[in-house]
């Protein structure tokens, strides 16, 4: 091969590389557009949203409303007021309550157990009624219970007119409201998290699967829940979570078929794992930049942050991201220790700025009265002011 064939081949495989580094950028790091109506997804580990599209918007949450009943079911087992072994008495309200059901009987005294698998597996709207009239006393009761409970969790977009979704005036909530619900029950109730990952469930001889589509895709999906309703059409609440440990929250609501929410949750999902990577950019008492100190026994102080800087960034853009501290200065001493001084920007791209408090690493005694007074003078002579 000549010099110049040699030479031809290098240069394409340069621009063969440089498109595939590219293409897989674009790919990873941007998604303008989803067909949901709502959507928001975000790093559970570092709270960072990842995409969101109307997501304080209110909308009708059908049976993802459910994942609310059975959070008050997961408190009750973990207050030790309730067990996975107490039966509730099945009502006929509850038994003839029409959609989707675990098909328990009147009269029947059903297990916890049986009914958080008849409601997150079956969907069952029976099973939510048997539940929200077991723990309240009757559905209303219970309804106006989970608003107070999803208020004082920071859902303040939410309101419940029953316990399992059912087309009401007045019911609705948000996509960051179900998203903020998803990461509630992730990290305060990792022991019952494999109720929304199971693939089946069989009640009174009858067998049903699973409607979360994300479950039988490998793509680490373990929740949580679907739903659809007319006006709302089809929804989901999902959670996945990476080989290396990464887990991260969806939800998309407003979707035209069953299919459509298969797939463009899926697409999101994976998009959301493998498009971003979580790393500490500071740590925590890292230095970050000095302040000047005026009238001080130091001319400057260490500025520093109390908690790490956990970041989810688009992968290949670490590189870029800049950082830029801002304080009012110089400082005038005394200066306490830990004092909050000023801000650290961080500027992500494809995500935006994020902003950091920062603050005085040590204390800064005051010099003597005359030391400042000669202090003072150079700084008039300076033209400085402090």
Do not use: C
């Not at 559970?44 to 109307?54: F, P, R, S």
């Not at 998203?179 to 049903?208: C, G, V």
């Not at 659809?228 to 609440?237: C, D, K, P, V, W």
């Amino acid at each position: 091969m000549d010099s110049h064939s040699l030479l031809q081949k290098t240069i394409f495989l340069i621009m063969l590389t440089l498109i595939v580094l590219w293409s897989s950028f674009v790919s990873a790091s941007t998604i303008n557009h989803t067909s949901a109506k709502q959507a928001i997804m975000i790093d559970y580990d570092t709270g960072m949203v990842l995409y969101q599209k109307n997501q304080d918007e209110k909308m009708p949450t059908s049976s993802m409303s459910k994942v609310m009943t059975t959070y008050m079911v997961f408190e009750a087992l973990k207050q030790g007021r309730l067990t996975l072994e107490d039966k509730f008495k099945v009502s006929e309200k509850a038994w003839r309550k029409g959609g989707s059901k675990m098909f328990v009987k009147v009269g029947d005294q059903v297990a916890i157990e049986d009914l958080l698998n008849g409601i997150l597996v079956q969907s069952g709207n029976d099973a939510t009624i048997v539940v929200a009239e077991g723990m309240a006393g009757s559905e209303k009761a219970f309804a106006e219970a989970i608003t107070l409970k999803a208020q004082s969790l920071g859902m303040k977009n939410s309101q419940f007119k029953n316990a399992s979704g059912w087309p009401a005036e007045g019911h609705y909530s948000t996509a960051e409201d179900l998203a903020a619900l998803a990461m509630t029950i992730i990290k305060n109730h990792p022991d019952y998290m494999h109720f929304f990952s199971r693939k089946e469930y069989s009640y009174n001889n009858i067998t049903q699967k699973n409607r979360n589509p994300l479950l039988y895709r490998d793509i680490g999906a373990d929740g949580m829940k679907t739903g659809h309703t007319e006006a709302g059409g089809y929804g989901l609440i999902g959670t996945a979570k990476s080989d290396e440990g990464r887990r991260v929250v969806l939800v998309v609501n407003g979707l035209e078929s069953i299919k459509d929410r298969a797939n463009e949750s899926a697409r999101l999902l994976q998009w959301g794992l493998n498009g971003f990577e979580n790393f500490i950019l500071s740590a925590s008492g890292e230095t970050i930049t000095k302040a000047d100190v005026v009238f001080g026994k130091n001319d400057s102080v260490n500025l520093t942050i109390h908690d790490d800087i956990f970041l989810t960034v688009p992968k290949l853009a670490k590189s870029r991201i800049k950082m830029s501290a801002k304080y009012s200065g110089p400082l005038v001493a005394p200066v306490k220790a830990g004092s909050e001084v000023g801000v650290l920007e961080v500027d992500i791209p494809e995500v935006g700025i994020r902003e950091y408090k920062l603050y005085t690493a040590a204390r800064v005694e005051q010099v003597g009265f005359f030391a400042r007074a000669i202090a003072h003078l150079k700084m008039m002579l300076a033209g400085e002011t402090a």
